[in-house]
């Protein structure tokens, strides 16, 4: 089944304590990015890639990082979470070329 | 920098309505617009895609229209049933090129009741 993927999909953590959510596509595209969908701001864009070695900022990048090694994989790390990044996060996949994009579930993250 | 709005905010209407939920965008050199639908606490569902070129999209009791010029798609759910209630939303890809990241609307939250 072609998907995206997300782990976890809950995580309550502590104010500084490093975390990485991890995001897989199984449709071999090559455009990935991160989403945080908080009340009231909608869905922002956090980080894009637009091929593997290949990534750039989005809209809210502040205090997060990504890396794509693998065409499948892209992880989102929070070096140090903050209270402030408690959100609903989102991983998206294209193929590019005008297609849709396809979301993964989400993962919910608490940051106390 | 490309603004999206989606109204109305809420909507509750019957079961076997037929109901229109707009979407407006502030920048029309969009390369396309894409509908969701979000369930609570869930992921987002891609339920049609429109390209800039494209007028309207079909799928099933679900059609979506493109004005770029005037800035406006609308999604049209043909009689609406309970399991329609979510959130729709809808996202544009501006500039030209085909990647690039979604802007989103706030969304529209929508109960269909029995």
């Known amino acids: 089944e072609a998907q995206v993927t997300q782990n976890p999909r809950y995580l309550i953590t502590v104010t500084g304590k490093k975390l990485t959510v991890t995001c897989s596509q199984n449709m071999n595209h090559e455009y990935m990015s991160w989403y945080r969908q908080d009340p009231g701001l909608g869905l922002r864009q956090i980080y894009y890639?637009?091929?593997?070695?290949?990534?750039d900022k989005g809209d809210v990048p502040e205090g997060y990082k990504v890396s794509r090694k693998e065409k499948r994989n892209f992880p989102l790390i929070l070096e140090s979470p903050s209270p402030n990044q408690t959100s609903l996060y989102f991983c998206?996949?294209?193929?590019?070329?005008?297609?849709?994009?396809?979301f993964g579930p989400g993962t919910r993250l608490t940051v106390l | 920098k490309q603004e999206v709005t989606q109204i109305p905010a809420a909507l509750s209407v019957p079961e076997g309505e037929n109901l229109v939920l707009n979407c407006s965008f502030t920048?029309?050199?969009?390369?396309?617009l894409q509908w969701f639908r979000q369930d609570p606490g869930k992921g987002l569902t891609s339920l049609l895609l429109i390209q800039s070129s494209q007028r309207e999209q079909t799928s099933g009791r679900l059609n979506a229209s493109l004005d770029k010029s005037s800035g406006r798609s609308t999604l049209y759910i043909a009689a609406s049933q309970p399991g329609d209630s979510a959130t729709y939303l809808c996202?544009?890809?501006?500039?030209?090129?085909?990647?690039?990241?979604?802007?989103f609307g706030q969304g529209t939250i929508l109960t269909v009741h029995p």
């Open positions: 998206a996949s294209t193929p590019g070329g005008g297609n849709e994009q396809f």
């Open positions: 996202a544009v890809i501006t500039g030209g090129t085909s990647y690039g990241k979604l802007t």
């Open positions: 920048d029309s050199a969009i390369y396309n």
């Open positions: 890639s637009m091929n593997v070695e290949v990534t």
